[in-house]
């Protein structure tokens, strides 16, 4: 068998060392504001996914809702690394890439209860919803059919002479599928800046990856196509970002497309509709209690000296603007049923 040219880290995990291994770490000013920062990010998306569940649970929230619980420092971590030129393309767990591209809680919040301010007018719902503003062009319901658009739209950055990169998402379901391949092919061939980041949370809807996916890693998954890959551990927001500095470097640098692994969990079902039962409860606890990503950083924080009463003013602050973001939405009245005959677009 040839051997993959699959990047490996030469650090260990947290999840190798434990908790403990952030003990003994002298935090810089810098890096403590960064963590600030970080650790308000990931609340935000927490608490916002939260309420989304109970309204969904409420009736307010229709059709399909895809939490990202537990996978929050992916995000964040990686928008940390890009400039205000570069693209995000995400699959059908999407909120957490939208308020970490900065879209409005209560646009976002509007769109899935299905009203009018919503991003998408209320026509798209929790799949389909999109930023020209932000540079976030969604949001798609179809299993891998993001990643030929990401691929696109790194295609687009290199044609214009752009100093950005695509971060094309995509979950370990993904993976297996044709299209993702046929990127891989073109994105390599034509070096194109794209930076392909693979969500494995373990589970592609009720099936173990390990039961689904050949081979070691899904990082060296582009290794016919000379892609480099990296395993990245997906709960530790600051490893993200570490790995995705060095992914974007090589992609903006004209050398090609890289693919990032982040080995990360979500903690709810696939969607608001799977009991995740194919999982044991002890499993999913023992990720909490031991895994967490933002209780990972809170520690940091903690151990930099930011008080306990500090971290509840900011939680705090979050829940009120998620409840804004609520009130927001219903407030927002449902949109007109001319607007089925808008923004239809047809080739004659």
Known sequence: MVKTPTVKSSKKTNAQKGRQVNKSAIISDELKKE???????????RRFEEKAGQLYGMGLIGGFCHLYIGQEAVVVGMQAVINENSSVITSYRDHGHMLACGMD????????????GGYSKGKGGSMHMFSREKNFFGGHGIVAAQVPIGTGLAFAHKY????????????????NQGQVYESFNMAALWSLPCVYIIENNQYGMGTAVSRA??????ASRGAAYGIPGLEVDGMDVLAVKEAGKKAVQHAASGK??????????RYRGHSMSDPAKY?????VNRMRQER?????VKERLIQAEVGEEELKGMDKLIRDTVSEAVEFAQKSE?????????????QV
């Open 105 to 116: 809680p209560k646009g976002v919040m509007a769109e899935l209860t299905g009203r009018r």
């Open 292 to 296: 967490d990503p933002i209780d990972n």
């Open 334 to 346: 449902e949109p007109d049923p001319s607007e089925l005959y808008t923004d239809v677009l047809i």
């Open 213 to 218: 996916a050949a081979g070691e890693t899904l």
């Open 279 to 283: 999982r044991t409860k002890e499993e």
């Open 35 to 45: 963590l600030v920062n970080y650790y308000k990010d990931m609340v935000l998306i």
């Open 256 to 265: 090609g497309p890289f693919i990032l692994e982040m080995k990360t969990y």
């Open 160 to 175: 214009k002479g752009e100093e950005a990169v695509c971060l094309t998402y995509l979950g370990d379901g993904a993976i």
